[in-house]
């Protein structure tokens, strides 16, 4: 294993931040190669105990000879992120300074040449330039793990339909609940900016590839033997692809969770602030018309309680983490089986 830190200027003197990117080199060109990175979005740690545990089994098989094709990882992707704490509480969704969500606005590029994307010494803020390196080091493979996490959730995965069915693979690996297919736009997230040049070569050649968000459960399912059972899903899922050679180990696909695409999810979202009551969990199944949450706008008065109902039946697949919510915001998201009435184009959240 190769380490290597990529330094970046802040956009002010006297500050800077460090990219640690870990290296694998592969043994045999024909092989595939693969992309993992975690908390793109600062706090979000599921990825990072999974990648905690999988570099040393990565280690481990370079040592004997088994990795064929070439692995980069980078466990903290997103230093500025990182490092975002205001009052006690860290916030890394957004950057301070823009309050752009550090996961959107990507260049998309039309081919993986990335001669035009900014250097890393350009004249552009610190964010952009980190979005810039970090496209500049995941282009070159044809697998790309960006690993997040949502609020309380299931294990799920965002594909684009052009890697499906071939990605049950991945979800098989993970044991991921449900797929959120999409082929519009995501709002230049990082796995739209590594999926946009993919759409441009002819479909034979997409098919081997596997771009992804991973959404590895809840913020706080952050643990040891969670961390261990993801990292050996993702190393089955490099055995599988070829990138790592281990005979000891199979994947069965058998994915058959719901593939939603994302105008058939319902956004439940908040009428007005106030606390919430969920009656629904992450995984169940529920009918149209089921109670999924009352909003309490008037402690003490039942007659200010807002209780939200199923726009039709479906599967709950997250529910924010919090309790206490302002007017608009997401609460819950619900797999539907068809189209929301509220369906918007672009990304489900902002
Ligand atoms: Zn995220």
């Not at 900016?193 to 479909?203: K, N």
């Not at 081997?208 to 059972?229: C, H, W, Y």
Request: with cysteine; proline share 5%.
């Amino acid at each position: 294993m190769k380490t290597e830190t990529i330094t970046l200027a802040g956009d002010v003197p006297g500050n800077s931040i460090e990219l640690r990117v870990l290296r694998f080199e592969g043994r045999n060109e024909m092989a595939v190669a693969a992309y993992l990175q975690s908390s793109l979005h600062g706090s979000e740690l599921p990825g990072q105990a999974a990648l905690h545990f999988l570099i040393p089994m990565l280690e481990k098989a370079e040592k004997e000879g088994r990795v064929a094709g070439n692995i980069t990882v980078v466990p903290q992707a997103n230093p500025i992120g990182s490092a975002q704490w205001l009052a006690h509480h860290h916030l890394g969704r957004f950057e301070f300074f823009s309050n752009v969500n550090f996961n959107r606005s990507f260049p998309l590029l039309e081919t993986f040449d990335t001669a035009a994307l900014p250097a890393i010494d350009a004249p552009k803020s610190l964010a952009e330039r980190l979005k810039a390196q970090l496209l500049r080091l995941a282009l070159p493979h044809e697998i790309v793990l960006d690993l997040h996490c949502d609020d309380e959730s299931e294990s799920y995965l965002y594909v684009h339909k052009a890697f499906l069915p071939e990605m049950y693979d991945l979800a098989s690996a993970l044991g991921s609940t449900a797929i959120l297919s999409w082929d519009s736009t995501a709002d230049a997230a990082f796995e739209e900016a590594c999926t946009h040049p993919v759409l441009q070569l002819p479909e034979a050649q997409r098919k081997a590839r596997a771009v992804t968000t991973v959404e590895f459960r809840g913020l706080n399912d952050v643990d040891i033997e969670t961390g261990k059972s993801d990292a050996e899903g993702l190393y089955r899922f490099l055995v599988h692809r070829g990138v790592i050679s281990d005979s000891s180990v199979e994947l069965k696909v058998d994915f058959n969770g719901p593939v939603t695409p994302l105008e058939n999810v319902e956004m439940i979202r908040a009428p007005q602030g106030g606390m919430i009551l969920f009656h629904a969990d992450i995984g169940d199944e529920v009918e149209a018309g089921a109670k999924l949450v009352t909003v309490v706008t008037i402690p003490g008065d039942p007659g200010g309680d807002i209780t939200l109902t199923a726009p039709q039946a479906g599967r709950i697949l997250t529910r924010r983490s919090h309790r206490y919510t302002r007017r608009g915001d997401d609460l819950m998201k619900l797999l539907g089986t068809k189209r929301s009435d509220n369906a918007r184009p672009g990304s489900l959240e902002a």
